[in-house]
């Protein structure tokens, strides 16, 4: 059975960083797509960011290029989130996402069979 489990989300004030970690289980994504999406209730899912694990390509939404950094590390089968320089705007509730089916990441959140329960990141201006 796959799990997925975010941790490290918390209330910062706009400028701080927080680092998220997403630990993967019962399988080992080594040539898959791993990817962070965030929601808010006004907004869709979005993809912040994603890596394919295989080449280790990476993907950033514009909003969060320069602030966010994805990282792998296929030997712990974990991925993080490094978010600095937050803003107000960051806030949502952070998922991390995974899937096993393609070459690539996929754009769209409905093309992604794992996802972890979430993790509340809020930055106060």
């Known amino acids: 059975q796959v799990q997925l489990v975010e941790s490290g989300g918390g209330s910062v004030q706009a400028g701080g960083s927080l680092r998220l970690s997403c630990a993967a289980s019962?399988?080992?994504?080594?040539?898959?797509?791993m990817a962070w999406f965030r929601q808010t209730s006004e907004k869709e899912r979005e993809r912040v960011a994603s890596?394919?694990?295989?080449?280790?390509?990476?993907y950033y939404a514009d909003s969060v290029k320069g602030r966010f950094t994805i990282s792998r590390d296929n030997a712990k089968n974990t991925m993080t989130l490094q978010l600095i320089n937050l803003k107000p705007e960051d806030t949502a509730i952070y998922y991390c996402?995974?899937?096993?089916?393609?070459?690539?990441?996929?754009?769209?959140?409905?093309?992604?069979?794992?996802w972890g329960q979430g993790t509340q990141v809020t930055v106060s201006s």
């Open positions: 996402a995974a899937d096993d089916r393609w070459q690539g990441c996929p754009t769209d959140y409905r093309n992604f069979r794992y």
């Open positions: 019962g399988h080992a994504f080594e040539s898959d797509c």
């Open positions: 890596v394919y694990t295989g080449s280790g390509s990476t």
